[in-house]
């Protein structure tokens, strides 16, 4: 057992300020009439169809007096390049998209949506405690695991001040790289990137500042997002890809999509689904709400903003210190879990406390700091288990949470609030060699409740399973957080009107997107 011992000194900052960087060139794109939403002005997103050669690209782009600017390529099995083209002067951006969604060698197109960090107001007064590692009983965890420099945790944001005291000896500079510039320095011009590499990854236990989440992990700052906190879906993509094939396990992304109802962009989609692919688990913020009246102030909060909200992803809220939802924190059936968050109001002590540029420690509050809480438990497990799979990973975390809001899962807080210590001692399911559910049979009427795992070649996005009776009646259908997990389904033993079914056998059908399987079970009472 570690004996741990922690120093923590008291800041007291008087203020913190955000650089700002070169504001983007922003033009309204028009989803449906009523429904416009941000993007980069004079460029679209192309994805040709895969017979079309480069040099009939080169022709249409001629034809049209366009230019390719950059490209994607997100080939794994199959050649995936996507293309960011540049339109001519004059032309809109649902110009430009209309007149390529019409040609035929055309797969998809779509603007270069624009994303946002998600933070609320920053504080710059006293910090009292990190209430939030004390909350996720991360000193628990601690005496098991305090995180290994094998595993590399990628924060896409807007850069990381790598020189900062309580930071530089856990940043990875030597191939860093900045997608706003264009170069291989990764700094960060804004804070907020600093502020999430702390929470995950502060040097720990050496006397001063704060403490991270992992003690030994490694950050590798990627920046996609410039001085204001927006970035554009062409950079950002590229910076999931560049995290993905530069030995990231973990991809934290504090940003989002801030449109009501958010757009989940192919461009995004895919590259999530290429880095999920290569092995990484990605993780992001749910959102801080939509400003749907145009007034300065959210006051839509629900639905989890996008990539949070992708199937490959990991959605995290926020939370505040009385564990409640946090009040900005968007919520939806897509939310996973939540965790420290802060409560967003100023003065308080009420925040989270972390690095900013310069060598010095701010509190700032919103989803942005959750997801990090989130990242670093995930850089506790890989340390201790390095080959756990993305959906043992997954389930560890969602079935280990700490239930604060209403029992069992729900759409405000997910699973709950992240368990640092309960997601490293989570066991699965008991796996029995050609047994595919346990326990069999089982007794509901006592409570029981039995699990169907999902064999590894069916393991997927998406699954569903039905149970059936012997008389081939359809009783329920199992395909609901909470009956769900990513490697498992659990059943109750109920039909879908909340009835115990009859004793007997059933049978049940496994549906996932990479097959389909069945089994069957008895119920006893």
């Known amino acids: 057992m570690l004996n741990i011992r922690q120093c923590i000194i008291i800041l007291i900052i008087s203020f913190f300020c ?57 080939t794994l099995k199959e050649r995936y390049i996507i293309e960011k083209i540049k339109l001519p002067s004059g032309m809109s951006v649902n110009e430009g998209v209309e007149l390529y969604r019409n040609l035929p060698e055309v797969e998809f197109v779509e603007p270069n949506y624009i994303l946002h960090a998600f933070e609320v107001v920053p504080n710059d007064i006293y910090y009292t405690s990190q209430w939030g590692l004390s909350k996720i009983h991360a000193s628990q965890a601690w005496e098991i695991v305090t995180g290994s420099p094998t595993v590399i945790i990628a924060v896409i944001d ?36 600093t502020h999430v590499a702390g929470i995950i990854a502060a040097v720990s236990n050496n ?25 554009d879906d062409f950079n950002i993509a590229k910076g999931i890809q560049y995290a993905a094939d530069n030995g990231a396990k973990i991809i934290n992304m504090s940003f989002g999509d801030t449109n009501y109802p958010p757009v989940a962009s192919i461009v995004i989609s895919t590259t999530c689904q290429y880095a999920y692919e290569k092995g990484c688990i990605l993780i992001a913020a749910s959102g801080n709400g939509y400003d749907t009246n145009n007034d300065g102030y959210p006051d839509r909060f629900d639905c989890v903003s996008y990539p949070a909200g992708l199937d490959t992803v990991i959605a995290v809220g926020a939370c505040d210190n009385t564990d409640n939802r946090a009040s900005y924190s968007n919520y939806g059936i897509n939310l996973d879990i939540v965790a420290p968050g802060g409560s967003g109001r100023n ?22 700091m959750a997801a990090p809480f989130v990242s670093g438990v995930v850089g506790l497990i890989l340390s201790r288990n390095p080959n756990m799979s993305q959906h043992a990973i997954k389930d560890a975390i969602c079935e280990s949470a700490d239930d604060i809001g209403l029992p069992g899962i729900d759409i405000y807080t997910g699973h709950g609030r992240i368990n640092a210590f309960g997601a490293l001692t989570w066991q699965p399911p008991p796996s029995v060699k050609n047994l595919i559910n346990y326990p069999n049979p089982f007794n509901p009427k006592i409570g ?45 033993g109920k039909n879908d009107y909340g009835d115990v079914v009859s004793p007997g056998l059933y049978f049940y059908y496994i549906e996932t997107d990479k097959g389909k399987a069945k089994g069957k079970l008895t119920v006893i009472n």
């Open 207 to 231: 006397g001063i500042g704060i403490t991270g989440l992992t003690w030994n992990c490694k950050i590798l700052p990627i920046k996609v997002l410039d001085g204001d906190g927006n970035g």
């Open 158 to 193: 807007t850069g990381v001040d790598y020189n900062h005291e309580d930071l530089k000896t856990n940043i990875i500079t030597s191939n860093d790289y900045d997608f706003v510039n264009n170069d291989p320095y990764a700094m960060d011009d804004n804070g907020h990137g």
């Open 347 to 368: 003065g308080t002590g009420e925040n989270i406390l972390s690095t900013i540029p310069g060598n010095k420690y701010a509190e700032e509050a919103g989803t942005s």
């Open 18 to 74: 955000l650089s700002k960087g070169s504001a983007m060139n922003i033009e309204k794109f028009i989803i449906k009439p009523g429904y416009n939403v941000n993007v980069v002005s004079g460029e679209i997103l192309v994805k040709f169809k895969s017979y079309v050669s480069d040099s009939k690209k080169v022709e249409l782009n001629k034809k049209y007096n366009l230019s390719k600017i950059s490209e994607l390529d997100l």
């Open 448 to 492: 029981q409740k039995t699990f169907i795992l999902i064999p590894e070649e069916l393991l997927g996005t998406h699954i569903i399973v039905k149970i059936f009776n012997i008389a081939g009646d359809l009783v329920s259908i199992l395909d609901k957080p909470g009956e769900i997990m990513s490697s498992y389904a659990k059943w109750d």
